[in-house]
């Protein structure tokens, strides 16, 4: 299974549209794919019209019960989509995660070792980060085995990048291992000089890790997650 974690500690960049409709494209072409929300948002869920009042078990319970050293299953807590999409969703309670933590720092391996049991299920586990840097996120990257970052054309995206950056090569140099990270410009309004601008330094400076494709501004994506619908 590729875990490929949505990862930007600044908000507002587009990480839970880009989660949702990555996971839903590669369940259309054929491929079982696990979204997993590690936003205490919830908005994942929202996205897909799933309502929050239906959801009984939620991502938390299966890591607070891998931290008590017990195991609640995956299949428990997923909704079904589509035929190969599945949502394993967050609610607000999701928060309590990083406030009761005991600062041991096994917790980090929590979601690579519950995504770990469904492995032989899923091509693919899309994983949305939330906007800060704390475990829920820590756990997210230390379970990657890609890490996109979304940045928006504003102006803070290139300081937001740079301390991502050093955040995943900080988790590399903690575990002793590495995941490849890539850049994705989003939200990109071709209109506007500051975006062009800011493109081109990103371009200068990232370019060796941005991915070519561009996700340009389109109105379409925020009515997609209105309608509780992918693109």
């Known amino acids: 299974m590729r875990t490929i974690s949505i990862a930007n500690q600044k908000g507002g960049c587009g990480k839970t549209t880009i989660a949702i409709n990555l996971a839903a494209t590669l369940a259309r072409e054929g491929r079982r794919a696990l979204l997993v929300d590690m936003d205490p948002q919830g908005h994942c869920a929202l996205g897909l019209a799933v309502p929050e009042e239906q959801i009984d ?34 609610r607000v309670d999701l928060s309590r995660f990083e406030l009761d933590q005991p600062g041991d720092r096994s ?42 970052i979304p940045v928006d054309t504003g102006y803070f995206a290139l300081h937001g990048l740079t301390q991502q950056l050093q955040t995943i090569q900080d988790v590399d140099r903690r575990t002793g291992s590495s995941r490849s990270v890539r850049v994705l410009a989003n939200q990109y309004d071709i209109r506007t000089k500051l975006a062009r601008e800011i493109l081109s330094e990103l371009r200068k400076r990232f370019g060796s890790v941005m991915f070519e494709t561009i996700i340009n501004f389109n109105i379409k994506l925020k009515e997609g997650v209105s309608y509780g619908q992918p693109i």
Do not use: F
């Not at 607070?64 to 967050?90: F, M, T, V, Y």
């Not at 032989?120 to 085995?145: E, F, M």
């Open 57 to 90: 078990l939620s991502v938390l319970d299966c890591l607070l019960a891998q931290r008590k050293g017990e195991r609640i299953d995956l299949e428990r807590i997923r909704w079904q989509i589509s035929p190969n999409l599945d949502l394993a969703p967050a």
């Open 107 to 148: 917790d980090v391996n929590l979601l690579a070792d519950m995504l770990a049991s469904v492995a032989s299920r899923y091509d693919y586990a899309i994983i949305d980060c939330p906007p800060h840097v704390g475990l829920l996120t820590r756990n997210a990257l230390v379970a990657a085995t890609d890490v996109v």
